[in-house]
């Protein structure tokens, strides 16, 4: 049972590049989400998902795409890396709402 | 507007101390849950504790416990005699039913622990 996985664990881009951050559980959770965290701002909500196929913008959803085609995997994309977009990218899921929520290693994205 | 307030940016103690991490919230939901997770140097985010709306008792877990008082809004968590390997930021964080339809956690900006030897 690996819980929540993130790839990849370090990423640099340059502005106006795109990328997928991969986020997979094999907990059969239905609830899953991304945050971002930044220094001083604790994490903050990007997009969440209540089950494949459903999802929804969270804090801030600007600049990142989801989709969520299977239980198990929850995608993020960057459409047009800005160096605003630079942070910790953590992937979380939870059985359901209110359930505690278990997040993946992170990520941690540079954009130049 | 939901809300989770950590005033406390930095705490040091020394080593064996108590030291309490306090936290505020606003919801203006009844059903709610409450959640402390750590984050050491390593960087990962584990989870420490998760308490509904409707149970005020308080939990203790070795050297950990917790206050949760809904007429103040506060959910404070006591390490007692500290240990260096508390040393971590500490997230409070909110997590409102949205009538089941969401999942959202509102986290506060965390209380960085030094603990000293």
């Known amino acids: 049972n690996a819980g929540v996985t993130q790839t990849p664990k370090f990423q640099v881009l340059k502005t106006g590049q795109s990328m997928t951050l991969q986020c997979a559980q094999d907990?059969?959770?239905?609830?899953m989400s991304w945050y971002r965290q930044d220094p001083g701002m604790g994490l903050r909500l990007i997009h969440y998902?209540?089950?494949?196929?459903?999802?929804d913008q969270g804090e801030v959803p600007n600049g990142y795409n989801v989709s969520r085609s299977t239980t198990e995997d929850f995608p993020l994309r960057l459409l047009s890396a800005a160096p605003s977009q630079t942070s910790v990218y953590f992937c979380?899921?939870?059985?359901?709402?209110?359930?505690?929520?278990?997040f993946g290693p992170g990520t941690r994205l540079l954009v130049l | 507007a939901q809300k989770v307030t950590q005033a406390q940016t930095e705490i040091s103690v020394v080593e064996k101390e108590d030291v309490t991490l306090d936290c505020v919230y606003e919801t203006r939901d009844t059903t709610y849950y409450l959640f402390w997770y750590k984050q050491p140097p390593s960087g990962e985010l584990v989870f420490l504790i998760r308490?509904?709306?409707?149970?005020?008792q308080n939990e203790i877990s070795g050297r950990y416990s917790w206050n949760f008082q809904k007429s103040t809004s506060s959910f404070n968590f006591t390490i007692t005699a500290s240990q260096v390997v508390d040393s971590a930021v500490y997230f409070c964080?909110?997590?409102?039913?949205?009538?089941?339809?969401?999942?959202?956690?509102?986290f506060g900006t965390g209380t960085l622990l030094a603990v000293q030897p």
């Open positions: 964080a909110l997590s409102e039913t949205g009538g089941g339809a969401t999942n959202k956690l509102i």
């Open positions: 979380a899921s939870s059985y359901s709402w209110g359930e505690t929520q278990y």
């Open positions: 308490r509904n709306s409707f149970d005020e």
């Open positions: 907990m059969n959770h239905e609830y």
């Open positions: 998902s209540v089950g494949a196929g459903i999802t």
